[in-house]
Structure formats: C-alpha cells, structure tokens
C-alpha cells in the first residue's frame, strides 16, 4: 500500500527570492547555494537535495528574520523567470 507521498533522490534546483540585498556575510548562511543581489532584492538558486533541505533553507531564512518573496522550482534544462539582474543586462 503507497502512502501517496512523491519521494525523489534526485536534487531539484530552486530559485529562492529574499527582500532587500543581502550583504556577502549572509553567503555563508546558504552554503550551496549561488547568491546575487539587485532590484532591491536576493537571488538564491541552486540544488536542493530533498524536501528536508529545502524546509531548513526556509526555516534559515526565517531565523535571520528575512523576508521571503518567492520560491520557485525550477525545471531541468529551462532558466527561471523572472531574470536575475546580471542576466537581464546580458541582454
């Protein structure tokens, strides 16, 4: 009998957006995880391993009091949008 429940051991990438630019201090705080900062805001992207990872990216977030905007899973292959600062100025 399943539990209905989608377990995958494959990491997923993410696109996680963070109000305010975040100072370089704060990239040790998302070890992994690829920062850029524009537009009044933080880019995080990059692999998450399973739902308990992603849950303690959240819960770090939480914990330093920032403001989440977004969370995007991002398909294999594709780019997310919307673009991050230094990609809409390649352009």
Sequence with gaps: MGSGIRRTRHPRRYRIVI???LSE???SEFEGM???RGRGKTFLRGEVVDQS????????IQ?????????T???EGSSPLPRTPSEEEER
């Design 19 to 21: 109000e305010g630019e």
């Design 25 to 27: 201090r704060f990239a």
């Design 34 to 36: 690829s920062l850029e």
């Design 53 to 60: 990872h992603l849950h303690g990216i959240l819960a770090r």
């Design 63 to 71: 914990d330093l009091g920032l403001e989440l905007v977004s969370v």
């Design 73 to 75: 899973e991002v398909p």
